[in-house]
């Protein structure tokens, strides 16, 4: 690995393409597979929140999505990009699941009404 402040020193100058993790974990294979989850949604009342993401291929293996550090705030018809990683890259996806949380213990429960969404992986753009 490389130090987070000279990447640019010693990637850039390489001629051939370069697979780089900016977010790692901390066991191995310590590698994250980066995926955009672009969401719009139809809730007449703003929502902050959080958003776990769960993605099954094929064949059933299941993997679910580091929680992001910050909430995020939903506007109706508003667009929202939530990077999200995932320590294992599915190829052939055949379910996504959300869970939305405002991981507070006290309150009501809210729900997200999702409008559209679209989930890309930044690792593998063509799928």
Known sequence: GYYADRWKNLLIPMSSPVKTYFDTLDQD???MYNYLLDIT???KNIRRGFIKVKITDYTGNTVESEMD???????QYKRVKILTGFN???DKISKISLT???KTLIGPKYK????QMKLKSLNNPER
């Open 29 to 31: 294979p310590f590698c």
């Open 100 to 102: 939305f949380s405002t």
């Open 88 to 90: 294992q890259d599915l």
């Open 112 to 115: 997200l009404r999702i409008l």
């Open 41 to 43: 949604t139809w809730n």
């Open 69 to 75: 550090s910050e909430a995020s705030t939903f506007q």
